[in-house]
């Protein structure tokens, strides 16, 4: 009899085990990077899609918007492989945070 309890007890285990297995493959895949600014851009920037395009907050001190500014540059420099478009969108989010800019738009 304890056998038989010790089976049942193996097999509801199992089971168990298989149903948890097959919803944690079935569930949908979640991004493990973090997420960068996915929208398009406003015809003038703005401080608030300068800063989602840099990812910072849109009141920084600015050795944070520059340090920033290097790393999405390095992964968008156009000599890298990256675009002209996205590289002038993202030096006009830096001029804007560091106010040298009065919004005057990107070359393209």
């Known amino acids: 009899m304890v056998a038989g309890a010790a089976v049942a007890a193996a097999a509801l285990a199992g089971r168990y085990g298989i149903l948890a297995w097959q919803a944690f493959k079935a569930r ?7 997420r960068f600014y996915e929208g398009g851009f406003q015809t003038a920037m703005t ?10 907050r849109s009141r920084v001190v600015a050795e944070k918007v520059k340090e920033a500014h290097r790393r ?3 992964a968008n420099h156009p000599d890298a492989g990256g675009s002209h478009y996205l590289a ?3 030096n006009e989010a830096k001029d804007i945070l560091l106010g040298k800019s009065s919004n ?3 070359a393209f």
């Open 28 to 34: 949908p895949p979640v991004a493990r990077m973090r």
């Open 47 to 56: 401080r608030r899609e300068a800063a989602l395009i840099l990812g910072v």
């Open 72 to 74: 999405v540059m390095v």
């Open 88 to 90: 002038s969108k993202i």
């Open 104 to 106: 005057s738009g990107s």
